[in-house]
């Protein structure tokens, strides 16, 4: 509607994170009606809602194993030798006795689960990595002011009243509307365990999700593969250290889509375009002229 409002015959269309899925799926529906489409960070394309959250977590461990990794060279950053082993000790102090906040804005203190929500928050976007370091560390020494400031931008809350239903609640229903029913009890169980094997920092913070969909009603519209038989390549968008969508469901959604061509960042952040000039005089190129990146082209972080 959108394109035909415009009085465009054909769509040009730049889509990033969920919105790569969309544009995978107008692709696939509609691939007469597509001039380019650029999709930046997807999620696996054949995953289930359950197994994109396992590999979520996963791609959260990794992203902040690079973040424990870049400390030394942190100013800010006093986490001690093993960043891993300090944040799983302030979770539990926090969840033994909530940490209190010197800011008047925050009306409770802090618990474990408020910690790993601005940890999991900062690690989308590393210009956030140094504060995070400060915040840690005031965390540990008694004040969760920081915690819960950094979690606000981190998490897209405008201040401390601001609840983020909308976000929450919008994701619940695409979700869960985009996936099979299921997994069983069994099932659910598996992968509970193997998420908190792969996934120690995160996995229990996650764990719950994992159950999310399982009441929500059974008549749902999962996406088929996205196969798109579309005159131009796509061009497809992955970010080696992208904690939230990770690397492989870039690789995945080029594979399946079947016209499409990879370009890679070998960045830390959620997305590319807003991050690697590379990336972008790339899908500049591709979006006005359509010339795709060389095959396995690479952009440096």
């Known amino acids: 509607l959108l394109r035909i409002a415009l009085g465009d015959d054909r769509l040009n269309y730049l889509g990033q994170s969920y919105?790569?899925?969309?544009?995978?799926?107008?692709?696939?529906?509609?691939?007469?009606?597509?001039?380019?489409?650029?999709?930046?960070a997807p999620s696996e394309p054949r995953g289930t809602?359950?197994?994109?959250?396992?590999?979520?977590?996963?791609?959260?461990?990794?992203?902040?194993?690079?973040?424990?990794?870049?400390?030394?060279?942190?100013?800010?950053?006093?986490?001690?030798?093993?960043?891993?082993?300090?944040?799983?000790?302030?979770?539990?102090?926090?969840n033994k006795a909530a940490i209190a906040s010197?800011?008047?804005?925050?009306?409770?203190?802090?618990?474990?689960?408020?910690?790993?929500?601005?940890?999991?928050?900062?690690?989308?976007v590393s210009a956030s990595w140094s504060d995070l370091?400060?915040?840690?560390?005031?965390?540990?020494?008694?004040?969760?002011?920081?915690?819960?400031?950094?979690?606000?931008?981190?998490?897209?809350?405008e201040s401390a009243d601001d609840a983020p239903a909308d976000p929450v609640d919008a994701n619940y229903v695409i979700n869960c509307n985009d996936s099979a029913p299921g997994p069983?009890?069994?099932?659910?169980?598996?992968?509970?365990?193997?998420?908190?094997?792969?996934?120690?920092?995160f996995g229990p913070h996650t764990a719950g999700a994992l159950l999310s969909c399982v009441s929500w009603q059974p008549r749902r519209t999962p996406l088929a593969d996205p196969v798109a038989a579309v005159a131009n390549p796509l061009?497809?968008?992955?970010?080696?250290?992208d904690a939230a969508t990770p690397y492989v469901g870039a690789v995945a959604l080029t594979r399946v889509l079947g016209n499409a061509r990879l370009l890679t960042w070998e960045g830390n952040n959620h997305t590319a375009l807003a991050f690697s000039n590379c990336v972008a005089e790339h899908v500049a190129r591709y979006l006005i002229e359509v010339v795709l990146p060389p095959d396995g082209a690479r952009c440096p972080a």
């Open 184 to 201: 069983n009890a069994e099932q659910l169980r598996a992968e509970v365990r193997r998420l908190l094997r792969e996934a120690p920092l």
């Open 49 to 94: 809602l359950v197994q994109d959250l396992v590999r979520q977590a996963r791609g959260f461990e990794h992203t902040f194993d690079v973040y424990a990794a870049g400390c030394p060279e942190r100013p800010a950053c006093h986490l001690g030798r093993d960043p891993r082993a300090f944040v799983t000790r302030l979770v539990a102090k926090a």
């Open 102 to 124: 010197s800011a008047r804005a925050d009306a409770n203190p802090a618990t474990g689960a408020d910690v790993l929500d601005t940890v999991r928050g900062a690690l989308y």
């Open 133 to 157: 370091d400060e915040v840690l560390s005031d965390a540990w020494l008694g004040d969760s002011a920081g915690i819960f400031a950094l979690g606000r931008v981190v998490n897209w809350q």
């Open 235 to 241: 061009l497809v968008i992955g970010t080696v250290n």
């Open 19 to 40: 919105g790569a899925k969309l544009g995978a799926e107008y692709a696939r529906r509609f691939p007469a009606a597509v001039r380019v489409a650029v999709l930046d």
